[in-house]
């Protein structure tokens, strides 16, 4: 990757909507140049993906909470209890999970419609075998994508 392919990743993270014609000006170049250098960052699994950012507040999804799990053999666990929470992540509404270094061996970031669903789901989290307790921190505001939400 070159600094050019490294400025249309920059585009395109800021919008995924952006046209080649668009970047193509930005970046003093052709269209069929922009194309080109995509495709090939799409080939070689630099850009996996294009999505839709959306104000999960309007969709019903109130609540914005962090879990951090403890495991009790993280080292053993890890693959395992992460293949069982994220083969339910729609479930749980989890939006991101990571592999930690720590006291903690597992976060979660997830968004869900009110404390009553945030307290069910951690019901089911705290059943998957291997978790051996939580701490759960709920977001009072955050801020993402450029925009403060409630």
Same mark, same amino acid.
């Given at each position: ?79 395992? !209890?992460?293949?069982?929470?994220? !083969? ?63």
């Amino acid at each position: 990757m070159d600094e050019i392919d490294h400025r249309i990743v920059g585009i395109l993270k800021k919008d995924s909507r952006a046209s080649f014609e668009s970047i193509a000006k930005e970046l003093k170049t052709t269209r069929q140049t922009i194309h080109t250098r995509v495709k090939a960052l799409k080939n070689n699994n630099i850009i996996i993906g294009f999505t839709c950012i959306t104000d999960d507040n309007k969709l019903g999804k109130e609540v914005t909470a962090v879990i951090l799990i403890m495991l009790d053999r993280a080292a053993s666990l890890w693959k395992f !209890t992460a293949e069982k929470l994220w !083969t339910r992540k729609d479930e749980l509404e989890i939006v991101e999970m990571h592999h930690l270094a720590g006291e903690y061996d597992v976060m979660i970031k997830m968004k869900t419609k009110n404390i009553t669903t945030l307290e069910n789901n951690l019901a089911i989290i705290t059943s998957i075998k291997g978790v051996q307790r939580t701490h759960t921190m709920v977001c009072l505001s955050s801020f993402e994508y450029g925009f403060l939400s409630d």
